[in-house]
């Protein structure tokens, strides 16, 4: 039995997220998995890539084949260096955590608000008019 190191699929239609799983080469692509060693997800910026490292180095030696894009996250994270006895790369980057973000009293703490609208009403404009031009008239 060929064993084959590949991506499952999952996720919704325009968000991906794979799992990195140990399967038979002739079951489909999100078929029955032999063991799951992985995650990855590339939409996130920077992309999330966690391999169990000791699996990976099991199943590569007991003659597991990585797919294309499984051997390319192998190389990023330094596990197919290790197997082959070469140099590790140099190490991912982190995503930075984010700032957190102004509360509301930071902005325009010296700013006293009146309470009032500025503009006049126009209802109240059209009827002081009115009563104007009725006054006027009678007179």
Do not use: C
Not at 85 to 97: I, R, S
Request: charged share 30%; no cysteine.
């Amino acid at each position: 039995m060929a064993v084959k190191i590949k991506l499952k699929r999952l996720g919704k239609i325009r968000s991906p997220h794979y799992r990195i799983v140990v399967a038979d080469s002739r079951t489909r692509r999100d078929g029955r998995a032999i063991e799951e060693i992985g995650k990855y997800h590339p939409t996130y910026n920077p992309s999330v890539m966690e391999v169990d490292a000791d699996r990976v180095a099991y199943w590569l030696g007991v003659g597991a084949q990585p797919t294309e894009p499984v051997l390319a996250i192998l190389k990023k994270t330094g596990d197919w260096q290790k197997f082959k006895g070469e140099p590790a790369p140099a190490p991912l980057l982190v995503a930075a955590p984010k700032p957190a973000r102004p509360t509301f009293e930071a902005f325009g703490v010296e700013d006293e608000g009146k309470g009032e609208a500025i503009t006049q009403k126009k209802k109240a404009e059209k009827k002081d008019e009115a009563a104007a031009e009725s006054a006027s008239t009678e007179a």
